[in-house]
């Protein structure tokens, strides 16, 4: 399959595609890498060669490319090249493994996988999950699928039962997460901006087999009255910066700042959009002179809503 076929085609010459895409996966490293993310020199194909021997997965083409331009080995990333076998097993394994218990503790069942069994549910669930595409690591909890072996596929945040789709796909992912591969430290230095969308980035999220439903599980989180509670934070965190000193257009600015809803106003629909808009306002409020002890302050209403992310 051609670069140009991956990325959707379109009659779009195949040496633009290309070129395209390669541009992209610079973009990402040279972002990263002004984050302060440590960056090794990028995969071969021998060692593409190793990783699918080994591991039985082929990295899709979009992070394919981006791995070839430059390795992320700072915190939180995979290391494909020196992590032992043991520790990239693990990592592979874990979002099934996290779901399992959560499932053998009955704590967690996919609505879409039907009523309950009346016997072990973790062996109903394992069968389930065997038809579920490999996630390859990306970033801490997040991970793209093995499969289909396209570029454009989703990426999904797995962490125990806890399933959301972060990006309709990698573009889209990094567009989301600028902030967070800033080191502790150097928040207030800002992190350049995420590297621009391209003009192939998705505009919905690709349907993967077992993780599309549970992500969709995710997205019922909470119901209206949980979703009343988090508007009434916002309310409570635009006090918090009144009584700061923040004037009342400064305020109704930075609480309405990010995407998902009409203009620039941000809709928060479920407890992941909340810990997004936290994100964004303490990233705002780091540039603008704050400390972060003075952030941690004004947040402290955001606490019982945390997540224990970093």
Same mark, same amino acid.
């Given at each position: ?7 959707? &085609?379109?009659?779009?010459?195949k ?6 895409? +390669?541009?992209?996966?610079? +973009? ?7 984050? &302060? ?13 190793? %990783? ?12 394919? =490319? %981006?791995?070839?331009?430059g ?23 874990l979002?099934?493994? &996290? ?19 009346? /016997? ?7 069968? %389930?999950?065997?038809? +579920? ?8 909890q ?24 972060? &990006?309709?796909?990698?573009a ?6 600028? /902030?967070?591969?800033?080191?502790? /430290? ?15 980035? $998705? ?7 077992? *993780?599309?439903?549970?992500? +969709? ?28 000193? *923040? /004037?009342?257009?400064?305020? @109704? ?17 479920? @407890?992941?959009?909340?810990i *997004?808009?936290?994100?964004?306002? =303490?990233? $705002?409020?780091?540039? $603008?002179? *704050? =400390? ?9 209403c955001a ?8």
């Amino acid at each position: 399959m051609t670069m140009a076929e991956d990325i959707g &085609g379109g009659g779009v010459p195949k040496r633009r595609a290309c070129f395209s895409f +390669a541009a992209y996966a610079k +973009a990402v490293i040279d972002h990263l890498r002004a984050s &302060g993310v440590a960056i090794a020199g990028g995969l071969d194909d021998s060692e593409f060669l190793a %990783i699918k021997t080994t591991y039985g997965f082929d990295f899709p083409p979009d992070l394919r =490319s %981006i791995l070839r331009e430059g390795l992320p080995i700072g915190s939180g990333f995979p290391n494909w090249r020196f992590a032992s076998p043991q520790q990239l097993e693990i990592l592979l394994r874990l979002p099934v493994s &996290g779901l399992l218990h959560e499932v053998s503790r009955k704590d967690f069942w996919c609505t879409a996988w039907g009523s309950k069994p009346t /016997g072990d549910e973790t062996v109903a669930a394992t069968r %389930i999950l065997e038809r +579920a595409p490999v996630l390859v690591p990306i970033y801490r909890q997040f991970y793209i699928p093995s499969v289909p072996s396209l570029a454009g596929n989703p990426v999904f945040y797995v962490r125990g039962g806890d399933v959301r789709c972060a &990006g309709f796909d990698l573009a889209d992912f990094f567009q989301r997460e600028s /902030g967070r591969f800033v080191p502790k /430290g150097r928040e207030h230095q800002g992190d350049g901006g995420a590297p621009p969308a391209p003009v192939w980035a $998705a505009k919905e999220a690709r349907r993967v087999e077992v *993780w599309t439903e549970l992500a +969709a599980e995710r997205e019922t989180w909470g119901g209206p009255e949980k979703l009343r509670g988090l508007e009434g934070w916002l309310g409570e965190m635009g006090s918090r910066l009144r009584a700061g000193g *923040w /004037g009342e257009e400064e305020v @109704r600015e930075m609480l309405m700042m990010g995407s998902g809803g009409e203009g620039n106003r941000t809709v928060v629909r479920d @407890r992941e959009s909340l810990i *997004w808009h936290v994100r964004l306002l =303490s990233l $705002a409020l780091l540039r $603008a002179g *704050w =400390s972060p002890e003075d952030v941690a302050d004004s947040m402290e209403c955001a606490r019982p809503g945390d997540d224990g992310r970093k």
